[in-house]
């Protein structure tokens, strides 16, 4: 059975508990770092200075308990949350659920809206069906399911579950009613959101595996500024971050560097970028992924298709491998960074364009038909480090 591979994002340059200052604006600060595996199955850090926190761990419990609040409302993986209740619920029923699901769902559909469905939260079911879900990483993974592969790292589904899954009844996410009234936050499966395969019916299935950590970045800055923290960085699983500011450097900017989605050089990195006070996201086709027979199959679903990026049949194979996007909020980052990879050359440029005022992006597209990457970009302050590759202008 081949790997499924996982792939860290980003890393901040000289970031990692070192002791130094540059020009007028830095300060002589030793950063230290806590960090945990507890939350959403990857590593959680807190990176910050220790003369301005003399006692650090009521800061670090604050951070992991919001955690554990969020990851109990998003995961589609703890049975009672409030994201599996609603998978659970039948077509047109409604599921009462709590402020930190509302606001998740809540961004979900601004990035499903702005992005023209390109960002989709309902391609759960799709998910699962390509061996993404978290039980397929499981050590002892059986089947369990009526389209489960004995082995989903060797097989591709079958057809009829993907177009069962990709049919506009299960992936409607506009269709989805948010509201608050007297009793709470509340969320309403649409009434057709179902479809049967086999005798066996399957209703909407939500996923917010991405946004969940971006809105973890999200609150644990606003953690870190109510606690008076003005240097160091949040970063939960590497493609979420709250960059505050560096003491260590002029102008208190970080300076990070974004991982290569391919073996371009000895590199480890394509760029590298500079920011102060700022939230980012990263997403790609890198992270989690499998190879079969030559073609790259990734976690990162593409709606119009059904199919992982830049893997469906009926496309050439051209496609955006990574996306960073700097600014806004990180739940919303998130949500753009995953739609830009659904997204054609071009229509990834205009989306890029049009919203400027919200957020910049840095990118590389795969052109299949001249089997060459390009990075694409309209960050303000970055440098490209990888030698082999060559830089355009959004």
Known sequence: MRKL?????VALAGA???????GEDAVTATLAALDDM???????????????????????EQLTARAEEIEQAS????????ISRFNAAQPGERVSIGEDAYAMLTAARKIYDETDGAYNPATGLLVDLWGFSPRHRKANYAPEKPYDREDFLTELPA?????????EEILDFSAVTLGEDESGYYAVKPADAFVEVDGVVYTMQLNLSGIGKGYCADEGEEILRAAGQTYGYYNVGSSSMALLADPTREGNIWEFTVASPRQFSSQSHYASVRARDAMLATSGDYEQYYELEGVRYCHIIDPDTGYPVGAAPVQ???????ATVLGGGAAEGDA??????????????????????AFRAIFIWYDAAADAYGVWSNLQTWSLTEPTLSAEEI
Not at 38 to 60: I, K, M, N
């Open 316 to 322: 050439d194979g051209s496609h955006i491998v990574c």
């Open 16 to 22: 990692t508990l070192c002791s130094c200052a540059q």
């Open 5 to 9: 591979i996982a792939a860290a994002a």
């Open 38 to 60: 507890a939350h959403f199955g990857t590593l959680t850090r807190w990176v910050y200075v220790e003369e301005e926190t003399p006692d650090p761990a009521p800061v670090w």
């Open 75 to 82: 995961s589609a993986e703890i049975d009672d949350s409030d």
């Open 336 to 357: 753009r960074a995953t739609a830009l990879c659904c997204m054609t050359l071009e229509e990834a440029l205009a989306y890029c364009r049009a919203h400027s005022e």
């Open 159 to 167: 057809e009829r579950y993907l177009d069962a899954f990709s049919s």
